[in-house]
T-cell receptor, first 114, second 109 residues
Framework: ETGVTQSPTHLIKTRGQQVTLRCSSQ?????VSWYQQALGQGPQFIFQ???????GRGNFPPRFSGLQFPNYSSELNVNALELDDSALYLC?????????????FGPGTRLLVL | GEDVEQSLFLSVREGDSSVINCTYT??????LYWYKQEPGAGLQLLTY?????DMKQDQRLTVLLNKKDKHLSLRIADTQTGDSAIYFC?????????FGKGTRLHILP
């Protein structure tokens, strides 16, 4: 067990709605990254937060946004949900930005958009 | 472009060695990674290799890197039923991690 938790575990929404997914990082980890994993695909990098600031972003539109809080928790918000947003959303925390730093993944939130 | 390619499926008998292959495109990646994902779980980092190394061994795991051909492999010795999972190869060009689509390892009795 990595110590990274995510909530909820499963979620069903309809097109056009908004969703907030939550992640609790390991204590002391000031870096959190979010990934989208569609069925049968590898995880796709959404964005990374370091010390409460966005530190990098993948090819996702602005309706994907995030927040990181001082208590090692973070959120992924998705507005105007589309059917293709159905996926497993993973967060991963690490102690620093260093490329060799191990990322510890949570179990994910499975989102279904109808 | 940035792309990581893996075969999608591998079937191996229990006790044999498994070899999972990966090709990547960006030679600027300093580190290359192997992750394991079991059903219903997040990803677990298995091992990583620095780009100036040819080989790294860690217990039953051996990683081979051919930087000239941009080819990475993961060998699992004495494959066990607990090794059944999806294995992802990943690189980090430009500080953004790129994963392959994963290789599903199936263990035959």
């Amino acid at each position: 067990e990595t110590g990274v938790t995510q909530s909820p575990t499963h979620l069903i929404k309809t097109r056009g709605q908004q969703v907030t997914l939550r992640c609790s990082s390991q204590s002391g980890h000031n870096t959190v990254s979010w990934y989208q994993q569609a069925l049968g695909q590898g995880p796709q990098f959404i964005f990374q937060y370091y010390r409460e600031e966005e530190n990098g972003r993948g090819n996702f539109p602005p309706r994907f946004s995030g927040l990181q809080f001082p208590n090692y928790s973070s959120e992924l918000n998705v507005n105007a949900l589309e059917l293709d947003d159905s996926a497993l959303y993973l967060c991963a925390s690490s102690q620093s930005l260093a490329a060799q730093e191990t990322q510890y993944f949570g179990p994910g939130t499975r989102l279904l958009v109808l | 472009g940035e792309d990581v390619e893996q075969s999608l499926f591998l079937s191996v008998r229990e006790g044999d060695s498994s070899v999972i292959n990966c090709t990547y495109t960006d030679s600027s990646s300093t580190y290359l990674y192997w992750y394991k994902q079991e059903p219903g779980a997040g990803l677990q980092l298995l091992t990583y290799i620095f780009s100036n190394m040819d080989m790294k061994q860690d217990q039953r795991l051996t990683v081979l890197l051919n930087k000239k051909d941009k080819h990475l492999s993961l060998r699992i010795a004495d494959t066990q039923t607990g090794d059944s999972a999806i294995y992802f190869c990943a690189e980090i060009p430009n500080d953004k991690i790129i994963f392959g689509k994963g290789t599903r390892l199936h263990i035959l009795p």
